[in-house]
């Protein structure tokens, strides 16, 4: 009896492209990401692909496509096939995280057991970074880049729009330029809010002149700069130039010695004071009971207008 077999030739599936789940990331020192890369057409009989970085000093890559951050730059990650060498690239932004360091803070509490870093948007707060309060100091390392909904147009913001409301527009560069501020506050062991660390300069010569540090993050490079006299004789004068990203900024007042809370001249700058002149300190203030509120922004921007 014959018996007839008939042969089929296997012919195997050629990869025709890839793609990749991200074309552009940005990231900050050590974050990750995952990239994913898919070969075409979804039956190639060889899937496999080989990720490499052109610059693995600012972001590495492993071979199941983990990319970590590691410096500050730009590098692209390449994807590409064994068969056919097909290859798709992912751009890599590395950026630096904002850094807050507090040291040596006075006025200092044995309640503090965290510090963290909070902005406020007009219907909600996020917190950006928190730490461990250890040796009456603290690191918090901030975001690069901020979600639009905690920004503010410049002058819808408390601070701003209570001391320099009626600013002539052509004091500023940019009328839509969008701001917020951070505020490092403190938490207990349960993680009650406690209070909040301010900084502050304190001039060698000047007894009743001083400045308070803030940290604004700006969406654009602007500046505002101009002066006025208010109603009451107060000279107010600003001398800022943001850049996009994070900025210091600096609330000087020159204060009455004979009339508690009255003021004799307010300045709004970017520009830090040297050391040599005065230094600056951080200072740990305990919520007074009067100021505690629901809407931190307001009870917040009060302390700022009313601190001595």
Same mark, same amino acid.
């Given at each position: 009896?014959a ?12 990869? @025709?492209? =890839?793609?990749?789940?991200e074309l552009?990331?940005?990231?900050? %020192?050590? #974050?990750?990401?995952?990239l !994913?890369? &898919? ?10 692909v080989?990720?490499?970085s ?5 972001a590495s890559?492993?071979?199941n ?9 730009v590098t692209?990650?390449?994807?590409t ?8 690239k992912?751009? @890599?932004? =590395? ?9 040596? %803070?006075? #006025?200092?509490?044995?309640? !503090?057991? &965290?510090?963290?870093?909070?902005v406020f ?12 309060y ?6 918090l ?16 913001y408390?601070?701003?729009s209570?001391i ?6 052509s ?47 700006a ?7 101009g002066?006025k ?7 107010y ?12 900024l ?5 204060i ?8 004799n001249?307010?300045l709004?700058?970017?520009?830090k ?6 230094i ?7 919520w ?14 009060l302390?700022?207008m009313?601190w001595?």
């Amino acid at each position: 009896m014959a018996i007839t077999v008939t042969c089929k030739k296997i012919t195997d599936v050629q990869v @025709i492209g =890839v793609t990749l789940n991200e074309l552009s990331l940005t990231l900050e %020192i050590d #974050d990750t990401a995952t990239l !994913i890369a &898919t070969v075409f057409p979804e039956n190639a009989t060889n899937q496999s692909v080989v990720f490499t970085s052109s610059n693995p000093l600012v972001a590495s890559i492993t071979s199941n496509g983990l990319v970590t951050a590691l410096s500050k730059g730009v590098t692209s990650i390449e994807v590409t096939t064994v068969d056919g060498n097909f290859s798709v690239k992912c751009t @890599i932004h =590395v950026d630096e995280c904002f850094v807050i360091e507090a040291i040596d %803070i006075l #006025d200092s509490s044995n309640d !503090i057991y &965290t510090a963290y870093a909070i902005v406020f948007g007009k219907d909600d707060e996020k917190i950006l970074a928190s730490t461990k309060y250890q040796n009456n100091s603290f690191k918090l390392q901030l975001p690069s880049i901020i979600d639009d909904k905690y920004l503010w147009l410049l002058f819808d913001y408390p601070l701003f729009s209570d001391i320099f409301g009626d600013l002539d527009e052509s004091w500023i560069s940019d009328r839509n330029a969008n701001i917020t501020f951070v505020w490092p506050d403190a938490w207990d062991e349960d993680k009650n809010d406690i209070g909040f660390f301010i900084y502050m300069y304190h001039s060698y010569y000047l007894e009743n002149s001083y400045a308070q540090g803030f940290f604004l993050y700006a969406d654009r490079d602007f500046t505002v700069k101009g002066e006025k006299i208010d109603e009451d004789g107060v000279p107010y004068e600003c001398d800022c130039s943001f850049s996009k990203g994070w900025n210091f900024l600096c609330l000087y007042r020159d204060i009455n010695y004979h009339t508690p809370h009255t003021v004799n001249y307010y300045l709004l700058t970017t520009k830090k004071p040297s050391e040599g002149i005065g230094i600056w300190n951080w200072e740990y203030r305990k919520w007074p009971e009067w100021k505690k509120s629901s809407n931190k922004t307001k009870a917040r921007n009060l302390f700022v207008m009313t601190w001595k």
